[in-house]
């Protein structure tokens, strides 16, 4: 079963950077098309990058060319890059498998200071 454990998370004053890191405790993250989602106060969980089993990526509109995704197999762990961060870059993230969700880890906290 899958444990997400979600970290890398802090304040950041706007167009600073910070790389969220997640690991699946509970299985291999090899075989898997792994997203990172985020969840802000008061809006719907949303999906912001996903990268497939290899390096292919996609991204939401409201990040692409900022975020960028990456994962290492053999340390089971797949990476969020965020560069020029904005006050709107506030919430939660977590990781999952799109296609397959199962379980929300504890997320990790991004605070986009204005």
């Known amino acids: 079963q899958a444990q997400f454990v979600e970290s890398g998370g802090g304040s950041v004053q706007p167009g600073g950077s910070l790389r969220l890191s997640c690991t699946d405790t509970g299985s291999t993250v090899g075989g898997y098309v792994v997203g990172w989602y985020r969840k802000a106060s008061g809006k719907q969980r949303e999906l912001v990058a996903q990268i497939n089993t290899g390096t292919d990526a996609i991204f939401s509109d409201s990040v692409r060319g900022r975020y960028t995704i990456s994962r290492d197999n053999a340390k089971r762990a797949v990476y969020l890059q965020m560069n020029s961060l904005k006050p709107e870059s506030t919430a939660v993230y977590y990781c999952?498998?799109?296609?397959?969700?199962?379980?929300w880890g504890q997320g990790t906290q991004v605070t986009g200071a204005s």
């Open positions: 999952n498998y799109p296609y397959t969700l199962t379980t």
